[in-house]
């Protein structure tokens, strides 16, 4: 018999992998018109599971997640949500491109944009 701690991880993460296949499913049907607010299903479940990992491994997050990666996906195009993703990943390198990550104007906007429908996504969903 395996130890009650790993019984109740195995069961956590059989919730988490149910609850992202019906996020699958349903962004698979979702895919069928093209609109520019539509998110890859790729995208939505990397969204889901930083957002999990970062506030619990539970069915519940894994609710409150994928509310909030849709509503971030009916306030932001997919093609913006790709950019904020790019410059929030160079904002941390070292040197000059770090640099012109961190102190274009632009780009700072982008990112207090993503933030604000964020803010939103958390209004709403947690």
Do not use: W
Not at 48 to 61: F, P
């Amino acid at each position: 018999m395996y130890p009650a701690r790993i019984m109740t991880t195995i069961r956590t993460l059989s919730l988490a992998l149910l609850g992202l296949g019906t996020l699958v499913l349903t962004s698979h049907s979702a895919l069928a018109h093209e609109d520019e607010h539509d998110y890859p299903t790729a995208a939505r479940v990397d969204y889901v599971i930083g957002c999990m990992a970062a506030n619990g491994q539970d069915y519940l997050t894994m609710q409150k997640c994928s509310c909030s990666i849709d509503v971030i996906a009916d306030l932001v195009p997919y093609g913006e949500y790709e950019e904020v993703e790019t410059i929030m990943s160079m904002h941390d390198k070292r040197g000059e491109l770090g640099v012109l990550f961190r102190s274009e104007h632009g780009m700072e906007e982008q990112l207090n944009e993503f933030r604000n429908a964020q803010t939103e996504a958390d209004l709403q969903c947690f």
